[in-house]
């Protein structure tokens, strides 16, 4: 078990990171973006069909070639979460979170006692009880756990403040289609509202001591969020495929 999380650490220490998500149950593609210099992959267990039968070897492959594996896990549910955790998921990403009982529900259940109610059962994360005691492992894991919450809905500005004086809430997300939805705005991520409610939230959250993060297709996007002031940027890795896909057909037959 590493008792570290190099991304939370770099964003403690002020420093930008990027990570891809990565929808299907491919560890190739896990270890593509490692290799590519991805600081994270985030399996995406909301939007695509892993579960955490198919996390398992991504999360291997991620540990093998030298980065955490994180899971964006649709259900906000301490079972379920536990399940991706405890094959060694090192940050959970929770969707659709509308207030701060959800945000707290979800952060509870990343930890164990007395921080959080996560439940304990050795195994995997506790190295099968080879190497340490789990008394001395409890506080590492938890330390460890990048938790993230997305703001994804304009309604969820009268709920920020409470959210983003949460405990152990490490990164905020800005999930900009759904946001743009909430609006009025469906498809529309980059309309000139949409923008403003996210830097608003960037705004509150800075204030707080809270990191941000949000999605960026592609470099023009990810140099312009950094320099809105966002911590992290995730890419989708079936857009960087396509995008390079449709470059190569069209040089090659241009």
């Not at 469906?186 to 809270?210: C, D, L, S």
Request: aromatic share 6%; proline share 7%.
């Amino acid at each position: 078990m590493n008792p570290t999380n190099p991304v939370k650490d770099k964003l403690a220490a002020g420093e930008r990171v990027i990570g891809c998500f990565i929808p299907p149950a491919s560890p190739e593609i896990v270890e593509i973006c490692a290799l590519a210099g991805f600081d994270f992959a985030l399996l995406d267990a909301e939007h695509g069909p892993i579960s955490p039968a198919t996390a398992y070897p991504m999360i291997l492959a991620a540990e093998a070639r030298g980065i955490p594996a994180f899971a964006r896990i649709g259900q906000i549910d301490k079972q379920v979460i536990l399940k991706f955790l405890d094959l060694g998921i090192t940050g959970v990403m929770a969707p659709q979170v509308n207030c701060a009982e959800q945000a707290r529900t979800a952060i509870a259940a990343t930890k164990y006692a007395p921080t959080g109610n996560r439940g304990l059962a050795g195994g995997r994360t506790f190295d099968w009880a080879l190497t340490e005691p789990a008394v001395e492992m409890v506080p590492k894991l938890n330390d460890r756990i990048l938790t993230m919450i997305q703001f994804e809905s304009v309604e969820t500005l009268k709920e920020l403040d409470a959210i983003l004086a949460l405990d152990e809430l490490d990164v905020l997300f800005v999930g900009p289609n759904d946001l743009a939805q909430s609006m009025g705005y469906p498809g529309q991520p980059g309309h000139p509202e949409v923008t403003e409610v996210a830097n608003e939230v960037i705004a509150r959250a800075k204030a707080a001591g809270v990191r941000t993060g949000t999605v960026a297709a592609n470099v023009e996007a990810a140099q312009s969020c950094f320099a809105r002031g966002f911590d992290m940027v995730v890419a989708n890795a079936p857009g960087l495929l396509a995008s390079a896909a449709v470059a190569y057909v069209t040089g090659a037959r241009a």
